[in-house]
């Protein structure tokens, strides 16, 4: 190996050291919608176990963690740059009690659905 091939291969490395972090400090990307009587709450967690996936409320706040084993390489890793951890914290628009939040985990996707106060169901 040649001492710019070095060079490269260790830059990349930081790189992707780097660009990790920041994934995992952006990440997960989430939506919040109303629907009709609740607050819902979806974030994109690939990758994760469901037993690995931690939500929590208080007051206003909801915080969603999650931690994963770094995958095992069969090869030559050029790149990694998904998340191993997901610490994120969503603030929502009403304090909101632990038990009145329900929580679902399927295919990739956390869906968080919040009764929204005071709202009345029209029949």
Known sequence: MGIAE???RELMREFTSKTREFYEFVMP??????????LVV???MPGFKKEDIVVRV??????VRATRDR????????????????????PLPFSVAE???KATYKEGL???????????KIE
Not at 29 to 38: C, F, M, N, T
Not at 71 to 90: A, F, H, M, N, S
């Open 6 to 8: 070095y060079v490269v």
């Open 58 to 63: 208080s007051g206003n706040i909801l915080s």
């Open 71 to 90: 995958p095992e390489p069969t090869g030559i890793v050029y790149w990694q740059q998904r998340p191993l951890k997901i610490d994120k914290k969503i």
């Open 29 to 38: 990307p989430v939506d919040i919608y109303e629907d009709g009587s609740d």
């Open 99 to 101: 038990e009145d939040v």
């Open 42 to 44: 979806v974030a994109d």
């Open 110 to 120: 956390l869906e968080i659905r919040v009764p929204l106060k005071g709202a009345v």
